[in-house]
C-alpha cells in the first residue's frame, strides 16, 4: 500500500487516523508499506502482502497475529483461507510464477474460492451496463482529479472501467482478500486494494472521494441504511458535488438468480435520507448500451417501468452533468490487449478461416446471462490471420469490427 493512502483511510469503528506501528514488525521501502501492523486510538490491523485488512473478521485477526510475530507468508495464507498446507504450497507456487494467468490463479485457489463466472464478466450484459453507467458518471463528477472508490469490487472488473479517468488511482474496497489481490495484479492494475467489511462502517475519511460506487453486490448487504449513509459520508463535504452510484440491485418484485436480500424501488429510495436517489430500470440502459449511440441518464423511469425490472441502478447526485445523456465512448486501443472473448470456441473452418462459435460455461450461465445473445452471435467465421495477430493493443480492419460487438475484448494481460 501506498504511505499517503493513510490519508484518507480511517478506523472503521473509533473514526481515527491510521498509522504504521514502528515497533512492531515491518516491511517498507519508499512511500510503499509491504507488511506490517496499523494502528489507530483503539486497536491495531494488519498490512498483509502490502493490502490493509480494515476488519476484525476471523482470517483478519489471525494473519495480525502471524505479522506481529514476524511470518508474513504465514499472514497471506491466513488471509487466503488456505487451510491446508498442499492447497497453499500448491497455489504459492503458481502465485509465484510471472506466468500464471488470472485463470490459474483462480483455479489454484480451489472450489472454495467464488471463481464462478468472474472469467466471463467482460461481456456479459450486467457487466456491459455497468462499465457505461460507471464511466459516464465518473467522467462527469471527477474531473481527473478526484478520487473514486469501488465498494464490494470483487476481483476489480467493473474497477477496471475506472482506471485512466482520474489523476488519483481508484480504490477497491472488498471483504475477500484473494479478490482484491487478483484485482491488483490483474484486472485493475494500479488500484488501491483495501479489505473491508460492508457490514460495518467504512474505514475512510469523510468527504475523501468524488464518486462512491457499489455494482452487483448491494442487495448482499445487510446493513443497507448504513451502508448507504456511509457513501454519502465518502462523498460529503467537497466543493464540487460528487456521486454515489449503485449498479445492478436486485429487485425485491421480480426474481432473479443469486436474488439476495433485496427491497422493492420505493424501498430503496428510502434509504437516501440527505439526497434524493434517481432509479433506473437496468433493461433501459442495456437497450441503450447495445444500441451504441448513447446513454442516456436524462431518462425518467415510472413506478410501473422499475418494479418489473428484475434490476435497478440507483445513482445520487446534486452534479448538473450526470442526469444528462451521454455518448458512449468510440472503440479505443485497449488498456490491456485485445484477445477473442473467452466465451467463443475457436476451431479451423474452410480456406484458412476460423470458426469462433458460442458456448457457454453452464446451463446456469445461460439462464442468468443470456440476454447476451442480443450482441454476441451464434456462430461467426473470420479470416485465420486476424485471430494469429492477436494479442494486440489496436484495433483496426475485420478486427474492430470484432471487438464493437464484443466478440473480441480488451482483457487484462495474462487473462485466461
Ligand atoms: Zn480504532
Redesign the pocket.
Known sequence: MRVDSLDFLR??????RLSLVDSLFHRASGDEIHDGILG????IFPVVDGIPVLHLQTAATAARDHVQAGRPELARRAMFGLDDDRLSDAFEAVAASPVSTYRDIVDALGPAFEGGYFLYRFSDPTYIVAQAVVRATAAAVLGGTRRAIDLCGGSGHVTRSLLGLSSPPPVLADLYFAKVWLARRFTAPGCEPVCVDGNAPLPFARGAFGLAMCTDAFMFIWTKRQFVGEMARLIDGQQIPGALLIGHAHNERVWSPSHGNPLTPAAYADLFETIEPRLFAEAGLFADVIGGGRLDLSRRDGADVLDRDPALTIIATRHPGVFAPHALPPLAPALGEFRINPLYAIEDGDGGRARLRLRFPSDDYEQEYGACRQYLPDEITVERSVIDALPTRVAAGPLADLARRRIALDLPKRYY
Open positions: 478506523c472503521p469503528y473509533c473514526g481515527g489507530c486510538h483503539c486497536c
